[in-house]
Nanobody, 116 residues
Framework: QVTVVESGGGLAQPGGSLTLSCEAS????????MTWYRQAPGKERVFVAT???????VYADSVKGRFTISRDNARNTANLQMTNLKIEDTAVYYC??????????WGQGTQVTVSS
């Protein structure tokens, strides 16, 4: 059974920083792609960033230059470091672990609120 657990959400002021963590188990983590998505109130879930097993990364234009995704294979975790936060970054952030198209799982989400 694949399990994905996010942590690290909370409240930040505009211009502030937060780091989210995602721990996955039950799949070959080193060979898995880890992706962060977010869903703002009343909107669809959208892509934020992904890190491949090769450590290659892709970012949404809206977070490029402000967010950094990384992975620690020894701890089966993927982190999302968020800096220069904006009010529009407020959302529930979800992590998805994917080993293949048939083996993937989502976490329960963690709330990020950016407000003064």
């Amino acid at each position: 059974q694949v399990t994905v657990v996010e942590s690290g959400g909370g409240l930040a002021q505009p211009g502030g920083s937060l780091t989210l963590s995602c721990e996955a188990s039950g799949l070959p983590f080193n060979d898995s792609e880890m992706t962060w998505y977010r869903q703002a109130p009343g909107k669809e879930r959208v892509f934020v960033a992904t890190i491949r097993r090769t450590f290659g990364t892709v970012y949404a234009d809206s977070v490029k230059g402000r967010f950094t995704i990384s992975r620690d294979n020894a701890r089966n975790t993927a982190n999302l470091q968020m800096t220069n936060l904006k009010i529009e970054d407020t959302a529930v952030y979800y992590c998805k672990a994917m080993y293949s198209s048939k083996i993937s799982a989502w976490g329960q989400g963690t709330q990020v609120t950016v407000s003064s």
